[in-house]
């Protein structure tokens, strides 16, 4: 018979060996997700625990090695990278150290890597984020997208609206009560949007995000403009702690934001000439710092006073197919809205964390109703303020307040139209117009 001492030493040997071996695979990969944009392919790593981890770089053939510390893998590797142009094959390979996991990417050619780790945040736990980049960052399509847009310099330009389809990929968003995600309700919103302005003769939109893909706030802002956007739009869903509030707002960039990225905008004005507008090359050049200072000044503010002018519009057309739950544009400090070169504003359609909302979110009927909404807040914020040689720019009408002293006689003197014009788009009957009154220009040919 075995003694009870020594009963106590095999009993206590097998719990130590038992939590060695527990210790030594501490770490569970528990899911791989895969997530192929146009510029990029990003891998997130789904861990029960911060990660330990080292990883290199393989040529002939091109590979990614990534060695997980003290880790059991639990992932199917099979099929992860079957709709992914950059990734041929994921699979495991023999680990570094014993009780490790070696994850192996097979890779269709080198790409720039960057590859960090993320702490639990939301719905998601302990993450290992890979992303492989293009190294010609621009893809065919935006570069043929430029040269459409300025091709023939004699003809009127359409104006561009960036459109912005929040959050994508790994990042779902807020999620509703019966698990929508605000990510697929923004871009079905955006897809809609685009197409109406697409159809609109003079009107040209570009959506930044065309798929289930993450990309980040800079990345979007220099899509923007890349495409010589005269306007962006970026589309997303409210959501709060409690299920009660509901109603779409429209968001403007909060003034202290605005003066502390345009802060780094002039120190950098060396490099970030073209993001200045027609100034850009005198306030790149000149040597006085006070007029650098004053034309960006004046660029921004244009810029700031822009984006709220089209966010008014915006509010006045939702408010007609959806509750609002801000009746007035709101300043918030937005990343997405920095650009102090491109009128921004950012349209929460309604609070997806709202059951019977989230209902409305998910009805194609009740996005085709906003998208309409935000696409006659673009179409008549174009008419009133139209680029200079836009197609906008050739109809439509001005406004004009009227002050002492002015008739009907003089204005259209001054704008180069006659009095019957301005009388019938007016429909006025006489001659006799008031201070203060508005009215509408026809812009000449």
Request: proline share 4%; net charge positive.
């Amino acid at each position: 018979m075995i003694s009870k001492s020594l009963k106590f030493v095999f009993i206590f040997a097998v719990v130590l060996w038992c939590t060695s071996f527990s210790v030594l695979a501490s770490n569970q990969i528990d899911g791989i997700r895969v997530w192929p944009a146009p510029e990029n392919t990003r891998i997130v790593f789904d861990l029960s625990e911060t990660p330990e981890y080292t990883y290199f770089s393989l040529t002939k053939p091109n590979r990614l090695v990534i060695d997980f510390k003290d880790s059991v893998n639990k992932v199917d590797l099979a099929r992860l990278a079957k709709n992914d142009k950059r990734i041929l094959k994921i699979r495991s390979s023999k680990p570094k150290s014993k009780g490790g996991t070696r994850i192996v990417m097979e890779l269709a050619s080198a790409y720039q890597l960057t590859v960090f780790p993320l702490l639990p945040a939301g719905q998601y736990g302990d993450r290992l984020v890979v992303d492989l980049i293009d190294k010609n960052p621009t893809a065919k399509t935006e570069v043929k997208s430029i040269k459409a847009i300025t091709a023939n310099n004699n003809a009127k330009r359409d104006i561009v609206v960036a459109i912005v389809a929040g959050h994508g990929g790994e990042d779902p968003g807020s999620i509703g009560p019966r698990g929508t995600y605000e990510k697929q309700v923004t871009l079905s919103i955006a897809k809609r949007l685009a197409k109406l302005i697409n159809q609109k003769k003079g009107l040209q939109a570009k959506l930044v995000r065309t798929g289930d893909y993450y990309l980040n706030h800079n990345r979007k802002t220099r899509l923007a403009r890349q495409y010589r956007a005269d306007l962006l739009i970026s589309i997303h869903a409210d959501a709060f702690t409690s299920p009660k509030p509901w109603g779409a707002s429209v968001l403007v960039q909060d003034p202290r934001r605005a003066n502390s990225e345009f802060a780094k905008w002039i120190a950098n004005r060396q490099k970030e000439s073209e993001l200045l507008g027609g100034a850009g090359e005198t306030i790149k050049k000149t040597k006085d710092k006070n007029l650098a200072l004053t034309l960006a000044d004046m660029k921004k503010e244009h810029t700031m006073a822009s984006s709220y002018e089209f966010a008014e519009h915006a509010v006045s057309q939702l408010k007609k197919v959806t509750k609002m739950h801000k009746k007035k544009p709101e300043a918030m400090s937005l990343a997405v809205l920095k650009s102090s070169d491109i009128p921004s504003v950012l349209i929460e359609t309604g609070f997806i964390s709202n059951p019977k909302e989230e209902r409305n979110l998910n009805s194609g009927k009740h996005q085709q109703k906003l998208a309409n909404a935000i696409y006659l807040a673009v179409h008549n914020y174009f008419i009133d303020s139209p680029p200079a040689g836009t197609l906008y720019a050739s109809i439509g009408y001005k406004k004009h307040k009227v002050s002492r002293g002015e008739s009907l006689s003089l204005l259209a003197k001054r704008y180069n139209v006659s009095v019957g014009q301005i009388k019938s788009a007016n429909n006025l009957r006489s001659s006799t117009v008031r201070i203060g009154q508005t009215l509408k220009i026809p812009r000449a040919e």
